[in-house]
Antibody, heavy 117, light 106 residues
Framework: EVLLVQSAAEVKKTGESLMISCKGS????????IGWVRQMPGKGLEWMGM????????RYNPSFQGRVTMSVDKSTTTASLQWGSLQATDTARYFC??????????WGQGTLLTVSS | DIQLTQSPSFLSASVGDRVTITCRAS??????LAWYQQKPGKAPKLLIS???TLQSGVSSRFSGSGSGTQFTLTINTLQPEDFATYYC?????????FGLGTNLEI
């Protein structure tokens, strides 16, 4: 069974750093892109970018480039999303998802991030 | 970036109805379009990929069609569990943009 399990909810202060994770199992982790999607409170889905675990190649949405860093650890089949300095506007739920053909077929449960001053 | 315009934004329907949601792309995306269903507090669920390919395990009441710039998602014989928000996404050109969503309400 394909599963993507994300790390628990976080409450952080502005200016702090953070890494959230997404652990894949039940499939060959190296061979599928992992995408990240942001959903701000009460809003729609925003595609942030994706990473290919096989070679750590990345494609960032320009709207998020420079604000977040995507990485993978093949040894633990885990993808990560990192912020160097959080802002209140980063408050959102973040989803990881596996790309398969023309769609993202398996999704993590989401990590809720709350950032306050 | 490719813009996806979904209509309507809100749709009120009843159990047993047939509904159609439209997604229009700002440029030709061939059939590189996916449809997702999202319920409150849950992750999106892939319904349709490549514009018209029904995902395994998804009810045959859902169907997708279209190519180029015009796409539709049709839901036949609405069931209570179908009331949710629906999004389209293009996957031909980065960034892989989403439509703003259609909120299907009872």
């Amino acid at each position: 069974e394909v599963l993507l399990v994300q790390s628990a909810a976080e409450v952080k202060k502005t200016g702090e750093s953070l890494m959230i994770s997404c652990k894949g199992s039940g499939y060959t982790f190296d061979t599928y892109w992992i995408g990240w999607v942001r959903q701000m409170p009460g809003k729609g889905l925003e595609w942030m970018g994706m990473i290919f675990p096989g070679d750590s190649g990345t494609r960032y949405n320009p709207s998020f480039q420079g604000r977040v860093t995507m990485s993978v650890d093949k040894s633990t089949t885990t993808a990560s999303l990192q912020w160097g300095s959080l802002q209140a506007t980063d408050t959102a739920r973040y989803f990881c998802a596996r790309k398969y053909g023309s769609g993202f077929d398996y999704w993590g449960q989401g990590t809720l991030l709350t950032v306050s001053s | 970036d490719i813009q996806l315009t979904q209509s309507p934004s809100f749709l009120s329907a009843s159990v047993g109805d047939r509904v159609t949601i439209t997604c229009r792309a700002s440029e030709d995306i061939s059939t590189y379009l996916a449809w997702y269903q999202q319920k409150p507090g849950k992750a999106p669920k892939l319904l349709i990929s490549a514009a018209s390919t029904l995902q395994s395990g998804v009810s045959s009441r859902f169907s997708g069609s279209g190519s180029g710039t015009q796409f539709t998602l049709t839901i036949n014989t609405l069931q209570p569990e179908d009331f949710a928000t629906y999004y389209c996404q293009q996957l031909i050109l980065h960034p892989f943009t989403f439509g703003l969503g259609t909120n299907l309400e009872i």
